[in-house]
């Protein structure tokens, strides 16, 4: 039995592990890579994955992060079924025809440019007509009913508490006569979220897959939460100014649409003050939420019985168009702005955020997880100022940072979750997670139950026998590709001693074609400045 790690490898994003067991080959999680160019450029490569010797595919749930190249496979030749709940179908439905467009426009956006630079077109990631015959493929199977999709593997999803019918899943393999049971947490989710049911409790395995992305921290809890989220919107409104919140569009938009309502309740929520919900999947998010009660928790389907619905906010509204869209930066006066994505890497969010980042006065609150390499992660860490949309724009609005509303377990619920898996000899890979996350989750899991504990590397190949050490093959040339800094620094000195020798013929150009290259050099200056303060 061997398992290639193929995402969410040291990294939080491009959930996808590929098993090749029974004499069978399938994937659990196919998602998207995010976060800088070099990062992203791994969706390109479908060597890896192989779509057209996969048997099926499980998917955990319905994040892009998990499912964004089910149709870059599709379009590569994978035909098989792709299992998952049935509320993670619909949204998938929604998403996945989301995501082909953004694919489709961010391609055309950058064929008119390369076409102005004489440069050969590129080719979208997939188009809506890949994601389309994705569709078809999708299968729902129910919580806690076992299935075997090919001969030798039996599936059992259970509820694994992060979305809406998300899950993590227990694979049961039988090879030589022998069966192994294997365990993908998915991500899991944090115990008394609002709308969605606890995660349910896993009772044994021989191979834990367990994210670990607050490996190395815990949340702050819902009530402190909520406070400072009031505490950024009365900011804001006393400043007359927006309220942006870059939210995920399945989940945390509605966790955020159902605090208001809590704060609107307590009477801490302006009368006054529009809420805007500019994400047209976030809406479409929001009424599959509603179209599936059977998947949230008790207390929410019980408000829902009683009429008082806390997705239905009474001053929010829906913009759905462009010119909707456009609308809320000419609104005159305060203002709550809910937008994806998330990361701030695409959608409506980067406008919102170039329209007010610069603001003396407005808020932006992240409430998840930011990604390294993306822009959230930066204006998080603080950052003067961030490059968005082909602009340098300032950071001078408030930045609230507020990890109670995040989906994902903290480290202490992820250990607690843990200690109900009862086979001493079971050994853990730590997947979905930054490295410094990891290594903490690492040394406790170790320090508490003598857990024997993996982190996998990106393209990491492991061959699994249970009581046996795993053997392990890396790809440090293709995972990690080494970075020659030295021809890097050599030619950027080299070019600026070239700029040196010509400065004679510089000075000699007319007075407004000096101040457009004083301009670029500026802008080069400024960016070695940001380079050499990371440094």
Same mark, same amino acid.
């Given at each position: 039995?061997?398992?290639?790690?193929?995402?969410?490898?040291?990294?939080?994003?491009?959930?996808?592990?590929? #098993?090749?067991?029974?004499?069978?080959?399938? %994937?659990?999680?196919?998602?998207?890579?995010?976060?800088?160019?070099?990062?992203?450029?791994?969706?390109?490569?479908?060597?890896?994955?192989?779509?057209?010797?996969?048997?099926?595919?499980?998917?955990?749930?319905?994040?892009?992060?998990?499912?964004?190249?089910?149709?870059?496979?599709?379009?590569?030749?994978?035909?098989?079924?792709?299992?998952?709940?049935?509320?993670?179908?619909?949204?998938?439905?929604?998403?996945?025809?989301?995501?082909?467009?953004?694919?489709?426009?961010?391609?055309?956006?950058?064929?008119?440019?390369?076409?102005?630079?004489?440069?050969?077109?590129?080719?979208?990631?997939?188009?809506?007509?890949?994601?389309?015959?994705?569709?078809?493929?999708?299968?729902?199977?129910?919580?806690?009913?076992?299935?075997?999709?090919?001969?030798?593997?039996?599936?059992?999803?259970?509820?694994?508490?992060?979305?809406?019918?998300?899950?993590?899943?227990?694979?049961?393999?039988?090879?030589?006569?022998?069966?192994?049971?294997?365990?993908?947490?998915?991500?899991?989710?944090?115990?008394?979220?609002?709308?969605?049911?606890?995660?349910?409790?896993?009772?044994?395995?021989?191979?834990?897959?367990?994210?670990?992305?607050?490996?190395?921290?815990?949340?702050?809890?819902?009530?402190?939460?909520?406070?400072?989220?009031? !505490?950024? +919107?009365?900011?804001?409104?006393?400043?007359?100014? /927006?309220?942006?919140?870059? !939210?995920?569009?399945?989940?945390?938009?509605?966790?955020?649409?159902?605090?208001?309502?809590?704060?609107?309740?307590?009477?801490?929520?302006? *009368?006054?003050?529009?809420?805007?919900?500019?994400?047209?999947?976030?809406? /479409?998010?929001?009424? +599959?939420? *509603?179209?599936?009660?059977?998947?949230?928790?008790?207390?929410?389907?019980?408000?829902?019985?009683?009429?008082?619905?806390?997705?239905?906010?009474?001053?929010?509204?829906?913009?759905?168009?462009? !010119?909707?869209?456009?609308?809320?930066?000419?609104?005159?006066?305060?203002?709550?702005?809910?937008?994806?994505?998330?990361?701030?890497?695409?959608?409506?969010?980067?406008?919102?955020?170039?329209?007010?980042?610069?603001?003396?006065?407005? %808020?932006?609150?992240?409430?998840?997880?930011?990604?390294?390499?993306?822009?959230?992660?930066?204006?998080?860490?603080?950052?003067?100022?961030?490059?968005?949309?082909?602009?340098?724009?300032?950071?001078? %609005?408030?930045?609230?940072?507020?990890?109670?509303?995040?989906?994902?377990?903290?480290?202490?619920?992820?250990?607690?979750? +843990?200690?109900?898996?009862?086979?001493?000899?079971?050994?853990?890979?730590?997947?979905?997670?930054? %490295?410094?996350?990891?290594?903490?989750?690492?040394?406790?899991?170790?320090?508490?139950?003598?857990?024997?504990?993996?982190?996998?590397?990106?393209?990491?190949?492991?061959?699994?026998?249970?009581?046996?050490?795993?053997?392990?093959?890396?790809?440090?040339?293709?995972?990690?590709?080494?970075?020659?800094?030295?021809? #890097?620094?050599?030619?950027?000195?080299?070019?600026?001693?070239?700029? *040196?020798?010509?400065?004679?013929?510089?000075?000699?150009?007319?007075?407004?074609?000096?101040?457009?290259?004083?301009?670029?050099?500026?802008?080069?200056?400024?960016?070695?400045?940001?380079?050499?303060?990371?440094?």
């Amino acid at each position: 039995m061997k398992i290639n790690f193929l995402g969410a490898a040291r990294t939080v994003t491009g959930s996808c592990y590929v #098993l090749e067991a029974a004499g069978h080959r399938f %994937a659990v999680d196919c998602g998207m890579h995010q976060g800088n160019k070099e990062i992203e450029k791994r969706n390109q490569d479908m060597g890896p994955y192989d779509p057209g010797h996969l048997d099926f595919v499980l998917i955990t749930h319905a994040h892009i992060d998990h499912t964004g190249l089910l149709p870059r496979i599709v379009k590569y030749g994978f035909k098989g079924p792709i299992y998952c709940t049935a509320a993670t179908a619909d949204l998938m439905d929604i998403m996945l025809q989301d995501s082909a467009h953004i694919q489709e426009m961010e391609a055309e956006w950058e064929n008119r440019k390369r076409q102005r630079h004489g440069r050969p077109p590129v080719e979208a990631l997939y188009s809506l007509d890949d994601a389309a015959k994705t569709l078809p493929l999708l299968k729902p199977v129910e919580y806690g009913k076992e299935f075997e999709p090919v001969p030798g593997v039996k599936v059992t999803y259970r509820d694994a508490g992060h979305i809406l019918g998300s899950a993590f899943i227990k694979i049961e393999i039988h090879e030589n006569g022998k069966p192994t049971s294997l365990l993908f947490s998915g991500d899991l989710g944090r115990p008394h979220q609002l709308l969605i049911s606890d995660p349910a409790v896993a009772h044994t395995a021989d191979y834990l897959f367990v994210e670990s992305t607050y490996g190395d921290r815990n949340h702050k809890d819902e009530g402190s939460s909520r406070e400072e989220l009031a !505490a950024a +919107i009365a900011y804001a409104y006393k400043n007359r100014e /927006k309220c942006i919140i870059p !939210a995920f569009a399945v989940e945390r938009t509605q966790e955020i649409i159902f605090t208001l309502w809590q704060l609107a309740k307590e009477g801490k929520l302006p *009368k006054d003050i529009p809420v805007f919900l500019d994400s047209p999947l976030a809406i /479409k998010a929001t009424e +599959i939420f *509603k179209k599936h009660p059977e998947y949230m928790d008790a207390e929410t389907r019980a408000m829902m019985t009683n009429g008082d619905n806390p997705l239905n906010l009474p001053n929010l509204v829906y913009t759905r168009t462009q !010119a909707e869209s456009q609308k809320i930066n000419e609104h005159d006066g305060p203002a709550i702005v809910i937008s994806a994505s998330g990361m701030c890497n695409a959608g409506r969010i980067k406008h919102h955020l170039r329209h007010n980042l610069w603001r003396h006065g407005a %808020a932006v609150v992240f409430v998840g997880f930011q990604a390294q390499g993306t822009p959230g992660r930066h204006i998080v860490d603080g950052a003067s100022k961030i490059r968005i949309l082909g602009e340098e724009v300032a950071v001078h %609005a408030k930045i609230f940072t507020i990890g109670g509303f995040s989906a994902h377990a903290g480290q202490s619920q992820v250990l607690d979750w +843990i200690s109900n898996l009862s086979n001493k000899a079971m050994e853990i890979f730590l997947v979905h997670g930054e %490295a410094s996350a990891q290594d903490t989750l690492a040394g406790l899991i170790r320090e508490r139950f003598g857990f024997t504990v993996h982190i996998p590397d990106y393209l990491e190949e492991v061959e699994l026998k249970p009581g046996k050490e795993p053997a392990v093959q890396l790809h440090p040339e293709k995972a990690q590709p080494a970075i020659d800094w030295g021809y #890097l620094v050599g030619e950027t000195e080299r070019l600026l001693t070239t700029f *040196k020798g010509k400065l004679p013929d510089v000075q000699g150009k007319a007075w407004v074609d000096q101040t457009e290259m004083r301009e670029r050099l500026l802008d080069a200056h400024r960016a070695l400045l940001e380079l050499v303060s990371q440094s």
